[in-house]
């Protein structure tokens, strides 16, 4: 079985760094910057770290994961990636980048609900996560890690 991991990079101009993919409709979509892995090369951070260094000749540091979207087919595994002060990121930043893979382009998003939803994330609820974060002030990069949080708790209403 594979997932997908991804991440959520803040370019140097405060933008989120992602992935743009022009259809033969003449619409978009986007997608973050990530990779298919097999679900047993773990650890996950390892292996999106190694993934991110190939796709953006970026060195960066995996910290949070900010969601796990269940799509059905491939879960998407998402986490913060910092790039590390030592890359030299100057300039426009989406043009120092290698060349985007599989005919997509790299493009910079506004961090707004309304840029986020104009973005047309694939998978949908990346662009919900997002956009609902940033509604409620809160950037995707200060989100706390899904693992540290405490379980759900279902509450059960007594039957009257």
Known sequence: ????????????????????????DSTHRHLLPGRMVDNTDRPFEDALQRALREQTNLNTTIGALIDIDKTGVNDEYVFIAHIDRANPVSGNFPDRLPPAPSGCSWNCIELTPTAIHGANFTPKGIGYLLAGHLRHGRQPWALADLRSRPPATRRHHKAR
Do not use: C, E, T, W
């Not at 997932?3 to 022009?22: E, F, T």
């Open 1 to 24: 079985m594979s997932v997908r991991l991804s991440a959520v990079i803040k370019a140097p101009n405060g933008y989120l760094l992602a992935l743009r993919q022009d259809m033969p």
